[in-house]
């Protein structure tokens, strides 16, 4: 569900966690079939065959979790978003880290509010910026 999309997400780069994402992704297409996955997701069918073709189409958080849902494999949109952040949030427990922290050292355009707001659902939270925040938690949490 985005979090367990690579195994050790501590030891990627933001760019290999978003392709990990990805590929997550285009697993769930290439099995549900692009058409179903863009009906059910409400994400536009060119952005969902494109991550069949290998592509890093630009996704949100909801739009990803939206594309995991067309699965049976998967839970409801929402839960596979809450519990991607409680994840997160637990990562930032288990770090001693808080948003400022976090702002600071990714390469992300994103102020400490910003990281809040996003792991809040308040703003719009890009797959390229998850992967920023998730791979700099897991990095941090395996020192």
């Known amino acids: 569900m985005l979090y367990d999309a690579a195994e050790n997400p501590g030891s990627l780069t933001p760019n290999e966690l978003r392709a990990a994402y990805d590929s997550q992704l285009a697993a769930v297409v290439d099995a549900v079939g692009v058409e179903t996955v863009a009906a059910e997701s409400g994400v536009d069918r060119d952005r969902v065959a494109a991550l069949t073709d290998g592509e890093s189409p630009e996704l949100t958080l909801e739009e990803a979790a939206g594309i995991l849902a067309a699965s049976d494999d998967y839970p409801d949109r929402e839960a596979i978003v809450l519990e991607l952040r409680d994840h997160l949030l637990m990562g930032m427990t288990t770090g001693v880290l808080d948003v400022d922290v976090i702002a600071s050292n990714i390469d992300a355009d994103l102020t400490g509010q910003e990281v809040q707001q996003a ?9 390229d910026d998850l992967a920023a925040v998730h791979a700099f938690i897991a990095e941090r949490n395996d020192r």
Do not use: A, D
């Not at 792991?119 to 797959?127: A, W």
């Open 119 to 127: 792991l809040e659902g308040r703003i719009v939270f890009p797959l």
